[in-house]
């Protein structure tokens, strides 16, 4: 089955950087997407295609892929930043994509 | 702006069926794919099914965990997706999210990604 594995949690302090890591042997043939989602809220997209930042999200979220390993980095993490990251890949067209199991990011 | 709104959830007795409703603005719909996902009490997001628009076939894909017991409709012309949930079981409580799906093609393959998602709406059931 295909599976995607993130460190269940990360902590950093204010204004370090985070990296919250996904693994997957799948990933070097396919896009990585990366959602976070703060308590009780639904998920919101912050990088799409590995390394794409939507409108709006801020600069310090950067994203990576490089061969079985996927790295979203948050520089200069910020209190407001504390959330579940979920990374997210496609499959094929009749599965449409798998999570991984979730990272909670501290920052304190 | 963007929104989708989940509407239709409850408490509810294992086996029994449930419809949810997520109703979309701010796009039109019918432009894209739409898709469900759930979340256990203190687990991670799993897909459960999606949607795609009418010139990609208009045709439901689900997750193997709910295959045969779940629906996905939808009704463009009222911008509203459709999550027809039968034979309930106490594993299928949780929150459920309506999401758009922005869509790609690599190698003449669709692939679906999600770009917006609604506040979701609870689904309890009761064995």
């Known amino acids: 089955s295909y599976e995607l594995t993130q460190p269940p949690s990360v902590s950093v302090s204010p204004g370090q950087t985070a990296r919250i890591t996904c693994s997957g042997d799948?990933?070097?043939?396919?896009?990585t997407y990366w959602y976070q989602q703060k308590s009780g809220q639904a998920p919101v997209l912050v990088i799409y295609e590995d390394n794409k930042r939507p409108s709006g999200i801020p600069e310090r979220f950067t994203g990576s892929n490089s061969g079985t390993m996927a790295t979203l980095t948050i520089s200069g993490a910020q209190v407001e930043d504390e959330a579940d990251y979920y990374c997210y890949s496609t499959v094929n067209e009749t599965t449409q994509g798998v999570f991984g199991g979730g990272t909670k990011l501290t920052v304190l | 702006e963007v929104q989708l709104v989940e509407s239709g959830g409850g408490f509810i007795q294992a086996g029994r069926s449930l419809r949810l409703s997520c109703t979309t603005f701010?796009?039109?719909?019918?432009?894209?794919?739409l898709s469900w996902f759930r979340q256990a009490p203190g687990k991670g997001l799993e897909w459960v099914g999606f949607i795609r628009n009418k010139p990609y076939g208009g045709t439901p894909e689900y997750a193997a965990s709910v295959k045969g017991r779940f629906s996905i409709s939808r009704d463009d012309s009222k911008s509203v997706a459709y999550l027809v949930m039968n034979s309930l079981k106490s594993e299928d409580t949780g929150v459920y999210y309506c999401?758009?799906?922005?869509?790609?093609?690599?190698?003449?393959?669709?692939?679906?990604?999600?770009?917006?998602w609604g506040k979701g709406t609870t689904v309890t059931v009761s064995s």
């Open positions: 799948a990933l070097p043939k396919k896009y």
């Open positions: 701010g796009f039109t719909s019918g432009d894209f794919a």
């Open positions: 999401a758009r799906d922005r869509v790609f093609m690599v190698r003449g393959v669709d692939y679906y990604y999600m770009d917006a």
